[in-house]
């Protein structure tokens, strides 16, 4: 379904910049309007009816009274106030779902400008106090982090960087989704993805350049960075370096970053239709923000393929916390070998992880919160006289996102697991809060009785 509606949002962005690009007209700010006035038309194309929701323009205010730069595109809910004798309107932070910067063209100072419009809206979100924590913080602390964010009952055996990624999650679920949209730039991925680490060179001693600062999208033309901070998109904090540079076929490369481990892999490229990834962050955004169930969220088989740009780690720097970053680099040969999606697929179980699982479910259904001990005498009963390895099953299960384990206890990372035992005696898992593993359980079936 996403995908359906992103192949023709990318339709009507082609074929309406075709018809902008043939306009005679020189003037700049005219030209500004035009390409304002098409992204407009694309985000009213983008959520569904009925929730009260417009595309408007104009500026940002908070509880304190401050305003934020004007901002070419707003997607808000309800009604603002409209600023007398324009079309501009003036929300508060609390009612922006997302920001737009248009750009016709994006190259390093345009993307300059745009950033620090959008750093407006950012600070304006930092000086409001006394928003609660929300179940966008929690699922997102739980596909990067792999717990629950109930670590932070006691922040002080927490180290930097684990509260530090905390913190930027929390500011990432009630801040507005922050987006650069630029019709044409860049003619490579990896050409926009050094001209971004260049950008980021420049600025590495400024202030409001920390992993929480930088856009949520920025799309020029065809390809797009995304920041992989788990709403939806994300890849899970990386514990050892070498692991991932390995999974590209360049193990070497990771001998010489400085920061092996515990690094937040933060912002990634992406070479298809933009419309996508613009499509998935806003609908989650809405989904969440106003408890509707989305079928178009989640649900397809198609998955897309992010890869990494830049790994971040907070570190204690001179008495203070700062943003290590480090690029990923990628070669051309390489990024233009990877494709753009792949079918998802549930995880496969051998009978020990299956046995956690199932002990976790049957506590979730009965009620129990409280997570399983590990040294339970269900648990080691059971892999007592087992093949299977208790300490490896749990390892498995946290490295693929399905549980979390602090303190000795286990406790389930999703909302809506499902088990299914299939006729090739594979038992598999996945999260189906979405229905996606209903769906591929579906078509596995229509598969094999075609066969």
Not at 224 to 229: A, C, E, G, R
Not at 285 to 312: M, V
Request: proline fraction near 5%.
């Amino acid at each position: 379904m996403i995908s359906t509606v992103a192949d023709l949002l990318e339709a009507l962005r082609h074929k309406e910049v075709q018809l902008l690009d043939k306009q005679d007209i020189t003037h700049a700010p005219t030209i500004g309007r035009m390409y304002e006035g098409l992204t407009r038309k694309i985000l009213e194309k983008t959520f569904p009816e009925g929730l009260d929701l417009r595309v408007v323009s104009g500026f940002i205010t908070n509880s304190r009274g401050d305003l934020s730069k004007q901002i070419d595109c707003m997607l808000v809910s309800g009604e603002g106030e409209r600023i007398p004798y324009t079309h501009d309107y003036k929300y508060h932070i609390q009612n922006v779902i997302a920001v737009v910067e248009v750009k016709k063209n994006l190259y390093s100072s345009d993307l300059d400008s745009a950033y620090k419009n959008l750093i407006t809206v950012l600070n304006l979100q930092l000086q409001e106090e006394g928003l609660p924590l929300n179940r966008l913080f929690n699922d997102a602390h739980r596909a990067i982090l792999r717990s629950d964010p109930d670590i932070y009952d006691d922040v002080s055996k927490l180290p930097t960087w684990k509260f530090q990624i905390g913190l930027a999650l929390y500011i990432e679920s009630t801040a507005p989704i922050r987006i650069v949209l630029g019709y044409h730039g860049f003619t490579s991925e990896s050409s926009f993805r050094r001209s971004f680490i260049q950008y980021l060179d420049k600025n590495v001693f400024a202030k409001d350049y920390g992993a929480v600062h930088f856009p949520n999208l920025i799309i020029c033309g065809g390809y797009s960075l995304i920041k992989l901070n788990g709403m939806p998109y994300s890849i899970p904090v990386v514990s050892n370096q070498a692991e991932l540079y390995a999974a590209y076929g360049m193990p070497n490369l990771a001998e010489a970053a400085p920061i092996q481990s515990d690094l937040w892999p933060l912002y990634a490229s992406y070479a298809s239709n933009p419309m996508v990834l613009l499509l998935e962050l806003i609908l989650t955004r809405i989904t969440y923000d106003k408890k509707i169930f989305s079928f178009a969220l989640g649900s397809d088989l198609n998955l897309e393929i992010l890869k990494p740009l830049l790994l971040a780690k907070a570190i204690e720097w001179e008495e203070e916390v700062a943003w290590y970053c480090e690029p990923f680099f990628l070669p051309p040969n390489i990024l233009n070998r990877i494709p753009s999606t792949a079918n998802w697929q549930p995880i496969e179980l051998n009978e020990g992880q299956f046995f956690v699982l199932a002990r976790l479910l049957w506590r979730e259904n009965a009620g129990i919160t409280e997570g399983l001990d590990v040294d339970s005498p269900e648990l080691l009963a059971e892999f007592q006289n087992s093949d299977y390895s208790l300490s490896n099953s749990i390892a498995f299960l946290q490295r693929v996102g399905l549980v979390s384990f602090e303190g000795g206890k286990l406790q389930l990372l999703t909302r809506g697991l499902k088990v299914a035992f299939l006729p090739d005696d594979r038992v598999v898992a996945g999260e189906d809060v979405s229905g996606r593993f209903s769906n591929w359980l579906t078509k596995y079936i229509q598969d094999l009785n075609a066969e």
